[in-house]
């Protein structure tokens, strides 16, 4: 079974169902080819935790660090 993560397919489903663009989504994650790029393609927005990932559009070390982003 494919990663549903890596190709993408996961992310597009949730934008067709949802009522809001893909720049108005942000996804968190903490590995830049299930979590950042795949979204990334798609428009949305991301947030690496734990590590400096150059292609998220933001990193934070903790995941509460999100907080100080989204305020």
Same mark, same amino acid.
Do not use: C, Q, W
């Given at each position: 079974?494919?990663?549903?993560?890596?190709?993408?397919?996961?992310?597009?489903?949730?934008?067709r169902?949802?009522?809001?663009? &893909?720049?108005?989504? /942000?996804?968190?994650?903490?590995?830049?080819?299930?979590?950042? =790029?795949?979204?990334k393609?798609?428009g949305?927005?991301?947030i690496?935790v734990?590590?400096?990932?150059?292609? &998220?559009?933001?990193? /934070?070390?903790?995941?509460?660090?999100?907080?100080?982003?989204? =305020?």
């Amino acid at each position: 079974m494919p990663n549903k993560k890596i190709h993408g397919s996961i992310f597009s489903y949730f934008l067709r169902i949802s009522e809001y663009p &893909a720049h108005e989504h /942000v996804y968190v994650g903490d590995n830049l080819k299930g979590d950042i =790029l795949p979204p990334k393609s798609l428009g949305m927005r991301t947030i690496a935790v734990g590590k400096e990932i150059k292609e &998220a559009d933001f990193s /934070v070390e903790k995941i509460y660090d999100i907080r100080k982003l989204l =305020l």
